[in-house]
């Protein structure tokens, strides 16, 4: 059950990130320019981020198992579109589908292993696991991608998908256990809107920098707000804002991926364009990050069991922010050896950081919201890790600048680490030790 859920999550991440690989291809075989690729990303990025929260309300309330399997058939059928598409439109139209079905999925898989695994030694356990195949899955992307691109072709990234989603969803028919429709709770459909209009809202601006869109944030957080106070069965209820561990941990978790995601972009545009390396060999000189990221994250989930999430935040946070310091020793002259010890130690700092916020943010909340705790989980870990793609890009400016660019690294090593040891206060406020815990 657990592989089948962690499967899930691996197909439904994976796609953030594999096809940017395969941009160029697309483009140059479909005759589509810098809007329409933009959109191929997008189209599933926005549409992941705005409906996360309802995928995992609706799973609260109908059932996980139900839930994730519609999620798994959609985007199986989603991912077939896209392979046979003819033309861009139509591509980017089965994206959108694609998010849709990845929404359902993704905080299912957090809500049905909380679930089958409620002793909190045994679930923390359980979430490393989760948590490192997330981490897999970001550090597989880029590398995936180029293989299968290069071997068979852009329509092999999506038609790979649909033999793996039947076989996880076969699987998850006969591994992961039923549950019945919760009596007394419904679908809050206000809030379901209201919130997907919002997150898309703000998401697609941050991506990219479209004032509309703010401007169709804004009214829609307010409707928001007044939809979940009106509402007999609100999707987001208020008891969960008022955990202060709950709200703690999916800031920090918010903070990790500001920085953690922003230093990725900018990582990879300083070994292309500063250092000169080839895109394979630049993807190749990320893995000294990502294998601490994916290897780390397992044994965090055993450590948080036994120790509580609260130590290891604190661990990982502190290991970041030194890390990121360290991009303070890059200048003209400075080599990869100089930039390795700053990625490896952001690898470090993560893989230390990640299992346990996870933990500690469905920790925080009763087991019948499950769902609704991974929806707002990922959907902290998108939004911010857009802002940060946005924010490190923008400071860090053109990389053939690299005068310029040297010193908005700089900057963005300081703003970085700041970030997180803010995040480390917010940690020790908000997470209960393990002793404080029941």
Same mark, same amino acid.
């Given at each position: 059950m657990?592989?089948?859920?962690?499967a899930?999550?691996?197909?439904v991440?994976?796609?953030?990130?594999?096809v940017n690989?395969?941009?160029?291809?697309?483009?140059?075989?479909?005759?589509?320019?810098?809007?329409?690729?933009?959109?191929i990303v997008?189209g599933y990025?926005?549409?992941?981020a705005a409906?996360?929260?309802?995928?995992?309300?609706i799973?609260d309330?109908?059932?996980?198992?139900?839930?994730?399997g519609?999620?798994?058939?959609?985007?199986?059928?989603?991912?077939?579109g896209?392979?046979?598409?003819p033309?861009?439109?139509v591509?980017i139209?089965f994206r959108?589908?694609?998010?849709?079905?990845?929404?359902?999925?993704?905080?299912?898989?957090?809500?049905?292993?909380?679930?089958v695994?409620? #002793?909190?030694r #045994?679930?923390?356990?359980?979430?490393?696991?989760?948590?490192? +195949?997330?981490a897999?899955?970001?550090?597989a992307g880029?590398?995936?991608?180029?293989v299968?691109?290069t071997?068979g072709g852009?329509?092999?990234?999506?038609g790979?998908?649909?033999?793996?989603?039947?076989?996880?969803?076969?699987a998850?028919?006969?591994l992961?256990?039923?549950?019945?429709p919760?009596?007394?709770?419904?679908?809050?459909?206000?809030?379901a809107?209201?919130?997907?209009?919002?997150?898309?809202?703000?998401?697609f601006g941050?991506?990219d920098?479209?004032?509309?869109?703010?401007?169709v944030?804004?009214p829609a957080?307010?409707a928001l707000?007044?939809?979940?106070r009106?509402?007999?069965?609100?999707?987001?209820p208020p008891s969960?804002?008022?955990s202060r561990?709950? +709200?703690?941990?999916?800031l920090?978790?918010?903070?990790?991926?500001f920085?953690?995601?922003?230093?990725?972009?900018v990582?990879?545009l300083?070994l292309?364009?500063?250092?000169?390396?080839?895109p394979?060999?630049?993807?190749?000189?990320?893995?000294?990050?990502?294998?601490?990221?994916?290897?780390?994250?397992?044994?965090?989930?055993r450590?948080?069991?036994?120790?509580?999430?609260?130590?290891?935040?604190?661990?990982?946070l502190?290991?970041g922010?030194v890390?990121?310091l360290?991009?303070l020793?890059?200048?003209?002259?400075?080599?990869?050896?100089?930039f390795l010890?700053?990625?490896?130690?952001?690898?470090?700092?993560?893989g230390?950081?990640t299992?346990a916020?996870?933990?500690a943010a469905?920790?925080?909340?009763?087991?019948?919201?499950?769902?609704?705790?991974?929806?707002?989980?990922?959907?902290?870990?998108?939004a911010?890790?857009?802002?940060?793609?946005?924010?490190?890009?923008?400071?860090?400016? #053109?990389?053939?600048?690299?005068?310029?660019?040297l010193?908005?690294l700089?900057l963005?090593g300081?703003?970085?680490?700041?970030?997180?040891?803010v995040?480390i206060g917010?940690t020790?406020?908000?997470v209960?030790?393990a002793?404080? #815990?029941?």
């Amino acid at each position: 059950m657990l592989l089948t859920m962690c499967a899930g999550m691996f197909l439904v991440q994976l796609d953030v990130t594999v096809v940017n690989v395969a941009l160029p291809t697309i483009g140059a075989q479909l005759g589509a320019g810098l809007p329409a690729l933009q959109g191929i990303v997008d189209g599933y990025s926005v549409v992941l981020a705005a409906l996360l929260l309802a995928g995992g309300a609706i799973g609260d309330v109908l059932g996980h198992r139900r839930v994730v399997g519609w999620g798994f058939t959609v985007f199986g059928l989603a991912s077939a579109g896209c392979a046979l598409a003819p033309g861009t439109a139509v591509l980017i139209g089965f994206r959108v589908v694609q998010g849709l079905g990845a929404a359902l999925v993704l905080p299912g898989t957090l809500a049905v292993i909380t679930a089958v695994f409620p #002793e909190r030694r #045994e679930q923390a356990r359980a979430l490393g696991v989760w948590a490192g +195949v997330s981490a897999l899955a970001l550090s597989a992307g880029p590398l995936l991608g180029g293989v299968l691109v290069t071997v068979g072709g852009w329509r092999v990234l999506f038609g790979l998908n649909v033999p793996l989603v039947a076989f996880a969803l076969v699987a998850a028919r006969r591994l992961v256990p039923a549950s019945a429709p919760v009596p007394g709770r419904r679908i809050d459909v206000g809030g379901a809107i209201t919130a997907a209009v919002a997150l898309a809202a703000v998401v697609f601006g941050l991506i990219d920098s479209n004032p509309v869109a703010f401007a169709v944030a804004v009214p829609a957080v307010g409707a928001l707000v007044f939809a979940e106070r009106r509402a007999a069965d609100p999707m987001l209820p208020p008891s969960l804002l008022r955990s202060r561990q709950f +709200v703690g941990a999916n800031l920090v978790a918010g903070a990790m991926n500001f920085a953690g995601l922003g230093m990725i972009l900018v990582d990879t545009l300083y070994l292309q364009d500063v250092l000169g390396e080839r895109p394979l060999a630049a993807a190749l000189g990320l893995l000294p990050g990502f294998v601490p990221l994916a290897v780390l994250a397992p044994v965090t989930g055993r450590l948080a069991a036994r120790y509580g999430p609260r130590p290891l935040m604190i661990a990982g946070l502190a290991v970041g922010a030194v890390a990121m310091l360290d991009l303070l020793r890059l200048g003209p002259a400075s080599g990869y050896a100089t930039f390795l010890p700053a990625w490896l130690g952001l690898g470090v700092g993560m893989g230390l950081l990640t299992a346990a916020v996870v933990a500690a943010a469905v920790g925080g909340v009763p087991p019948e919201r499950g769902g609704v705790a991974g929806g707002v989980n990922n959907t902290a870990r998108q939004a911010f890790g857009a802002i940060g793609v946005a924010v490190f890009g923008a400071v860090a400016g #053109e990389p053939a600048d690299h005068a310029g660019f040297l010193s908005g690294l700089h900057l963005l090593g300081v703003l970085g680490a700041g970030s997180w040891v803010v995040a480390i206060g917010v940690t020790l406020v908000s997470v209960r030790s393990a002793r404080a #815990e029941p």
